[in-house]
């Protein structure tokens, strides 16, 4: 976990296909947001076993419901833990794990104050979508016409504040120059316009 000093909010990452805490863009982000005043907590969603077998056989990426679950676990923690449990929660999912951060948001409607999801699979939230409480931001390259149309679905299915932002240029990992940056930019002013204290509760 990387804290700024003074800040209010915290962002849990939920890292997506094949990836886990080190994922070099994920990371990336989580600096951005920190630069913002927002703390960060990138973990592991699959013990070292489960990536092993997942990495041979992909079983687990798509279990959003294994997920989720470990995604609502660190939830917990953070309410437990003492330096975190004042700081209002935030899910910055990419992939699958955008799926799993959408579920568990659904879960945990009176906790989580915003979501972003990058390059994700809202799709594979299923039922959970028009649950979500907690405005969230849709990040799509512009290149990714698949995951363009599964994000346009979702946010139809959405009762939430939602919005979709699409980066030009950009394919589904966002790799061209200035992509990530943009994404970094907009998940930083999506979480402070909605983990401020006035934000929350209203």
């Known amino acids: 976990m990387t804290a700024p000093e003074s800040t209010g909010a915290i962002v849990l990452f939920a890292h997506g296909s094949g990836s886990s805490r080190h994922s070099s863009r994920n990371q990336f982000v989580a600096r951005a947001l920190n ?56 899910y910055f999912g990419a992939s699958t794990g955008g799926a799993a951060a959408l579920v568990a948001a659904a879960q945990l409607p009176h906790e989580i104050g ?36 599964l994000n346009e679905a979702a946010r139809a299915q959405m009762k939430c504040d939602v919005k979709l932002e699409i980066i030009p240029g950009a394919t589904h990992l966002f790799e061209e120059p200035g992509a990530l940056e943009r994404v970094a930019q907009l998940a930083a002013e999506w979480f402070v316009a909605h983990l401020s204290q006035t934000s929350i509760g209203q």
Request: no cysteine; proline share 3%; charged share 25%.
């Open 114 to 149: 915003a979501v972003v999801s990058r390059g994700g699979r809202p799709d594979l939230a299923g039922e959970a979508l028009p649950w979500v409480q907690a405005p969230t931001l849709l990040i799509v390259g512009g290149e990714d016409d698949v995951v363009i149309d």
């Open 35 to 90: 630069k913002a005043g927002l703390a960060t907590l990138l973990f592991d969603l699959l013990t070292r076993a489960e990536e092993a077998i997942d990495l041979r056989t992909a079983q687990h990426r798509f279990d959003i419901g294994l997920l989720v679950e470990r995604l609502v676990h660190a939830t917990r923690w953070t309410r437990q833990n003492a330096a975190t449990r004042e700081m209002r929660v935030g």
